[in-house]
């Protein structure tokens, strides 16, 4: 400015007073930058001593005069009741000890708390335990107050809040237990999926009583959200801006020793949060935007057992610790709504925390506690059949409907790998309607397209299907969360809601106050700006799910996602631990077949039996539990022990269950397992399965079994075999050696010691240089082994990139071992059953292949199949190989087929796309299958559930070899078996699904001692199948689940039946069983209400069936699944 202005300007004042003519100040410009990062520094850290953390508590106190402490330890891992450990000694204890060892160990403490009148002023007192691992709260009448989490993890929870009577008494007792173990078990250097380490021992670092300085726990929550506005929002936005300017002059504007600045720094975060926020409390969400875009639902995710981190006692600590502390958080919070899953959980806290589980139901009937999914465990959704399944839903839907009144209207299934197709059917038959899930967001290939839409299942099912945008189930409740919410959202054309799901899980925990303090926080900054979506709390999943199907006009404005959500990961999952795959597979079998025999008997009786439906639910209990969705994939170590004994004790429970009905329904008949009684056997079997069969069994000879039965005896003499045959419909089944004599019989040549043929009339194998040379159909003479390909053992390098007990990754095909059969010998020579047995020597490991054929198979008609039969006896020691079967084959297809539950999927050869590449290894159960038109080759497999087919190479996975999370996995001996099945005929006009179920469900073999003839209580078979196609499959059959034992009671016998093609289907289901007065199409609960009446007619004869049964007509489309329930009359 020019000078020499002397004199004074006549400005008007008022211009001055609203902006100053002079400015000495050097200007207000930031560099962004650095606040933020001094932001970084207002709490813990290298300024704790002097910043925010300094002032959060006003006193600490941890003396013997106010704080008594005394210590039980149980011994040797065992973990005592409330009761029991109550009565022990307790010896004097203090802080700064040492408690241990991991895993498990539990630790009981008496505390007594002596509070200074002078505190009784202050908002809150509180006892700070933290023992380093998991604890528990009771009061001293043992009911558990609340969960700690020690450590300093991002879920530490130490505060017990002194109760303000108790506080105002001046003197609190209670109780605290210490499990040695953290919330994920107790890991080698924190790496998850290492073996836990068993001799970890935990400090007592805090047993204090405190006075929180409230205020500045405020202060720290208020900073807390500003930060994550931050660095979650866009940098040049306003709201960014805003939380930045306001977390600044927060900084500036707290005095560490003046406790009137804490008050005055909170008032400036009412600028982002708005006016009064605070005193509205859960008030927050009832004003700003109508729309709720985000809604939060706190959930604690308990793995029932994961990996080997935790057995199952442990889970019930953990569901004890979580969902008390969720209770409290509910009276503190009213906003605060609470998800669980898994019926198991809340019957193991009804049964060893009565008190919680009164408190839980009270909240249940508020709802507040909302039990969600419907299922039994959150399970496996790739390797349970289809009927475990609908017994995970069954079975969870009563026990909640039972204890609380209410069925689950979604279903839950957030950390499964993968869900089969048939999904959508089994659960919209358990009455749900709608279905969470997100682990396909963990695809380490394709990022899945969809956050809402219509999951349509295998037969045409839909659900109404949400996968939360945020990506996870343990959501923090941060603005990150709230943001990812609507920016991850792959749907918003048709759908603009999502649902955090947040709390602390896998471990258990659950939400936070802190988290919950948050959200309030983050709707307030929503009431106010639109730059972050509005989270609201206080709905429940129901409410959320009802809202998109209104807002989305029932589905219509949604995308459609068709056929299984394949995850793409966790595919070693179908093969790891081997002995709990087989337990899975043997134990849903015996179940369906005690239920069977269970049920002929209680209609067919003789007088004193009684259907068992407890030992039935008792069974079904232990192998659902064992379906949870880390132990059938890939359970080990701690909880492997749990899971092998339970499956032990389904298997002696379901044989005792089978030979105590099989006694009623062949009165004075013995299982040929037991002991033989001296003189004439008579031989019998009884059949479960629908279906015709021929089967050839070993018997015992010299035991009185008839010379004219065996047609063949072992090398040793020592064991014959025995022709069994028997008609469709199941039941008794005789030996049936007179039309066999002769006819059609196997052999095997050798041409040197290297160079052996099995053949029969519709097949031959050529085993030659230790591999499958040749697969050769005799009638059509057509050759199945391409030309310089060979089939037999294979063994790949796994070593996946992390996961190691879960994954195989894709590169593991690329370093194939192609292994060979040595020390070839034939071990059976015909005529029926030809065989050489092979060794293979591999590394550490032993592998005896035994290859089978038997008989021309003559059943079903019409067209022939001949099985080769494949067992292995192996003694494993391998670590980080996979073991294979590979059958190259002369097919041009791009599919294969898979068995699902309840139906097959079809899944590619090649790698057209990424999506095609990234299925190389597949979940099937009991086949795969390669077919072009006119001829195809099935794998058969007994206990395995892991199938590729890349090219034209079918594969079955047999063992792998991780050593996280158990070191010794799989290691040692194994026996499982496969069958190479050649049909003609597309696998759409084979009888595939027959010969692999009749691969699973071997006969029952009997004998009446004595020579004495067989009686059968059923006299004649008691349903049978007639229509144009045989595609329905007559799956269980079982009393209904309302049937009384009374004398009145209703009595009823549930069928379920399936069409297993994918086709459109009639047929009529003649019934040979008295006393049928009505029979109804109901849902998987049986229910009575909407089921539809169905028509009893009398048969016809146009279907080959007797003319003048009783029967019901019943149409299917493609992979249909029907419950039909015959109402039988009363008892006279
Ligand atoms: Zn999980």
New binding site residues.
């Given amino acids: 400015m020019g000078g020499g202005h002397t004199h004074s300007h006549q400005h008007s004042n008022i211009d001055s007073a609203e902006y100053p003519e002079w400015n000495f100040s050097p200007g207000a410009k930031w560099i962004k930058g650095l606040i933020k990062d001094r932001t970084g520094n207002f709490s813990g850290g290298h300024f704790s001593d002097v910043n925010l953390s300094s002032a959060l508590f006003t006193h600490r106190l941890d003396d013997s005069k106010h704080i008594e402490l005394q210590r039980w330890s149980a011994p040797n891992l065992t973990k005592p009741t409330f009761e029991e450990a109550l009565k022990q000694d307790f010896q004097p204890a203090k802080k700064g000890e040492s408690i241990g060892p991991s895993c498990d160990s539990n630790h009981w403490y008496k505390i007594t708390v002596h509070v200074p009148s002078e505190w009784n002023d202050y908002e809150r007192v509180q006892f700070e335990f933290d023992p380093g691992c998991e604890a528990m709260i009771y009061t001293v009448d043992g009911t558990p107050l609340q969960g700690i989490t020690g450590g300093f993890g991002g879920d530490r929870r130490v505060e017990y809040i002194i109760p303000p009577e108790a506080r105002k008494k001046g003197t609190h007792s209670f109780v605290a237990e210490a499990s040695c173990n953290g919330m994920f078990g107790v890991p080698w250097n924190g790496d998850i999926i290492q073996p836990p380490d068993p001799n970890r021992n935990f400090q007592l670092a805090s047993a204090d009583l405190v006075v929180p300085n409230m205020p500045a726990w405020g202060l720290l929550w208020d900073f807390t959200a500003l930060r994550e506005l931050i660095g979650t929002l866009p940098g040049n936005s306003t709201l960014q801006n805003k939380a930045l300017t306001v977390a600044n002059a927060i900084m500036n504007a707290f005095y560490k020793n003046d406790p009137e600045s804490i008050p005055a720094a909170r008032k400036l975060a009412d600028e982002v949060f708005g006016e009064k926020w605070e005193e509205r409390g859960e008030g927050i969400y009832e004003i700003g935007p109508k729309e709720a875009q985000v809604w939060g639902i706190g959930h604690c995710?308990i793995?029932t057992a994961?990996c080997v981190l935790w057995p199952y006692r442990v889970t019930q600590q953990k569901v004890a610790r979580s969902w008390s502390t969720q209770v409290d958080l509910m009276d503190r919070y009213p906003e605060h709504r609470f998800a669980c899953s898994s019926a198991q959980q809340f019957k193991w806290l009804e049964q060893l925390y009565p008190p919680l589980f009164e408190r839980v139901r009270e909240k249940v009937l508020a709802g507040q506690f909302y039990p969600i999914g419907g299922s039994w465990v959150?399970n496996d959704a790739n390797m349970p059949s289809g009927e475990a399944l609908a017994r995970q839903l069954i079975l969870g839907q009563r026990y909640f409907e039972s204890r609380f009144g209410l069925r689950s209207r979604v279903a839950w299934l957030?950390?499964?790998f993968g869900l089969t197709g048939a999904l959508p059917q089994i659960i919209r038959g358990a009455g749900m309607n709608y279905f969470f899930t997100q682990k396909l967001s963990w695809n380490n290939i394709n990022v899945f397209p969809h956050s809402t839409f219509n999951w349509v299942g295998i037969d045409g099912t839909q659900v109404l299907c949400h996968m939360t945008p945020v990506d996870t189930y343990t959501a923090q409740a941060t603005a990150g969360d709230i943001n990812k919410a609507l920016t991850n959202h792959k749907n918003l054309e048709s759908s603009s809601t999502s649902l955090l799901v947040f709390g602390n899980?896998?471990g258990g925990g659950g939400p936070l106050a802190k988290m919950l303090e948050n959200l309030r926080r983050l709707r307030g900054t929503a009431n106010t700006s639109r730059e972050l979506p509005v989270v609201h709390m206080g709905r429940s999943v129901d409410e959320f799910f009802d809202h998109l199907k209104t807002s989305s006009d029932a589905g219509r404005k949604l995308p459609n996602w068709r056929g299984e959500l394949y995850l793409e990961f966790h595919r070693g999952t179908y093969t790891s631990h081997g002995s709990i795959k087989k337990g899975n597979r043997k134990s849903e079998i015996l179940l369906r077949d005690a239920e069977h025999v269970a049920t002929l008997a209680s209609i067919f009786k003789g007088d004193g039996y009684k259907y068992p439906k407890q030992t039935l639910n008792d069974s079904w209990e232990k192998v659902l539990l064992n379906q949870f969705?880390?132990e059938v994939p890939t359970s080990s170590g701690m909880v492997y022990e749990d899971a092998e004994k339970l499956y032990a004790e389904v298997r002696a429970d379901t044989e005792a269950l089978i030979d105590s009905a099989l006694r009623v329904l062949y009165p004075g008949s013995l299982p040929l397992s037991s002991t033989p009684a001296s003189g004439p056997l008579t031989l019998f079997a009884h059949n479960t399965t629908p279906f015709a069969r021929q089967d050839i069994v070993r018997v015992p000879l010299g035991l009185g079994i008839s010379a004219r039965d065996v047609l063949q005896t072992t090398s040793d003499g020592k064991e014959g075999y025995v022709v069994f045959e028997g008609g469709a419909g199941g039941g008794l089944v005789a030996p049936g050696n007179a039309n066999f004599k002769g006819l059609n019989d196997v052999t095997v040549d050798s041409a040197g010691d290297d160079h052996f043929v099995l053949k029969n009339r519709n097949v031959q194998l050529i085993v030659s240089g230790g591999r499958i040379k040749s697969l050769f159909d005799v009638q059509l003479k057509r050759e199945l082994i391409p030309q310089g390909q060979t089939g037999g053992m294979v063994i790949y390098e796994d070593r996946p990139n992390y996961w190691d007990a879960w994954d195989v990754e894709i590169h593991h095909l690329e370093k194939p071992q192609e292994l060979k059969f040595t020390n070839v010998k034939i071990v059976a020579t015909g005529p029926l059953r030809a065989a050489v047995e092979t060794e293979i020597k591999y590394g550490k490991s032993s592998i005896k292949v035994t290859v089978m054929l038997i008989h021309e198979y003559l059943g079903p008609p019409p067209h022939p199949l001949s099985t080769l039969h494949f067992s292995a006896e192996v003694d494993w020691h391998e670590r980080h190989e996979f073991l294979k079967f590979k059958l190259p084959l002369d097919i041009h297809s791009d599919v294969a087929t898979y068995e699902t539950p309840w139906g097959h999927v079809q899944r590619p050869t090649h790698k057209n796309t990424t999506w095609d590449a990234a299925k190389f290894e597949v979940c099937g159960h009991k086949f795969t299958d390669l077919s072009e038109y006119g001829y195809g080759v099935a794998i058969l497999s007994e206990s395995k559930y892991g199938f590729s087919c890349q090219g034209n190479v079918l594969q079955i996975s047999l063992l792998r070899a991780a050593t996280a999370p158990d070191a010794e996995q799989d290691q040692g001996k194994h026996e499982f078996s496969w069958g190479v099945l050649p049909h003609r005929g597309h696998f759409l006009q084979s009888f595939v699904p027959i010969a692999a179920y009749l691969f699973n469900s071997p006969l029952h073999v009997r004998y009446i001692p004595h020579g004495g003839a067989v009686t059968a209580a059923v006299s004649r078979v008691p349903f049978l199948l007639f229509g144009r196609d045989s595609s329905v499959i007559l799956e269980t059959f079982k009393r209904g689940d309302l049937d009384s034992d009374t004398k009145d009671g209703p009595r009823t016998i549930v069928l379920r039946l399936y069409e297993a093609y994918g086709g459109h289907v009639s047929v009529h289901l003649q019934i040979n069983v008295p006393g049928v007065v009505a029979a109804y199409a109901t849902n998987l609960l049986e229910d009575d209400v909407g089921a539809e009446v169905l028509a009893l007619e009398r048969t016809t004869g146009e279907w080959g069936e007797q003319p003048g049964e009783l029967a019901i007509p019943l149409t299917f489309r493609g992979f249909e699944v029907k419950t039909i329930k015959l109402v039988l009359e009363k008892e006279g």
């Fill in positions: 995710h793995d994961w959150e957030p950390d499964s899980g896998d969705h880390d």
